[in-house]
């Protein structure tokens, strides 16, 4: 049973990413791009799962390189499609003022499209044939080796100690959404468990709450650097850019608030033996 639910999951995560990669050489529009993103999470997910019960038997560190070298190049066409998106949304009231942020940003976006296209057509088409075959090296394992595994991940979430630069907020919010995706990935063989739901729902919401404040984030720093490329240039700054950097300052700071918050709450769950 086991390997059957890492061999469906994955599988449906090789037939999605196979999908998309001619979709996106073509064109890499943002809902593909999303879905190819989020698919090879999914599958570099599953195979973190394979390799950590089978030990020196995985035989998967090549397509783990290949997945997280695609998942690179389509990760940063994303984030700057998302940046075009919320730069639209704060400069909505005077468009034109901010012109110079958005052609920057648009050609950051090009450049980044045509390294992800670039990327996906130069994958060989064999690759994820042979993905799907990994779960097959995976030795059986218990649902008590199982559940204590998900244990043992859930129960080292916490907010980082000390000063908490943005990297370990980052770092956190990474072992979360693994952390979802391995229990997505499990959950077909704990059906009946109230722990399972009240984990996915948790880890969910902090991967979400955590996603939106990196967004903010990002498109906080591409400002900072565009004004400091401006002033280098002599090119007058916008009116209302300090204002505009001052709310972007607060709302990074009330996702992050917000995310902490979640985590703070994080429920204690008790598996049946």
């Known amino acids: 049973m086991m390997w059957e639910t890492l061999y469906k999951y994955l599988d449906t995560q090789c037939a999605t990413i196979a999908d998309l990669l001619p979709a996106i050489g073509k064109k890499a529009a943002p809902d593909h791009v999303h879905k190819l993103r989020t698919s090879i999470k999914r599958a570099r997910a599953c195979l973190t799962l394979i390799k950590q019960f089978s030990g020196k038997q995985f035989k998967g560190k090549r397509y783990a390189k290949l997945l997280k070298i695609l998942q690179q190049v389509a990760g940063a066409l994303r984030d700057l499609q998302l940046q075009q998106e919320s730069l639209g949304q704060y400069t909505q009231k005077s468009p034109q003022q901010y012109r110079f942020f958005k052609a920057l940003l648009k050609d950051h976006a090009r450049q980044a499209k045509e390294h992800a296209q670039a990327t996906t057509q130069a994958f060989p088409p064999t690759f994820i044939k042979k993905l799907r075959k990994q779960p097959a090296q995976l030795p059986h394992l218990s649902h008590k080796q199982l559940s204590k595994h998900l244990q043992e991940q859930y129960a080292a979430i916490a ?85 505009l950097l001052k709310q972007l300052v607060a709302d990074t700071q009330q996702q992050l608030q917000h995310s902490r918050e979640w985590i703070k709450q994080k429920p204690v769950v008790q598996w049946a033996e």
């Open 159 to 243: 907010i980082p100690a000390g000063h908490i630069a943005a990297e370990k907020w980052h770092d956190l919010r990474k072992e979360i959404k693994r952390l979802y995706y391995q229990l997505e990935i499990l959950q077909p063989l704990f059906e009946g468990s109230a722990a399972l739901p009240v984990m996915l729902q948790f880890t969910g919401e902090a991967g979400s709450r955590l996603g939106s404040w990196h967004d903010l984030l990002a498109l906080q720093q591409f400002i900072r650097n565009s004004m400091q490329l401006m002033r280098s240039e002599q090119i007058a700054l916008p009116r209302g850019i300090d204002g």
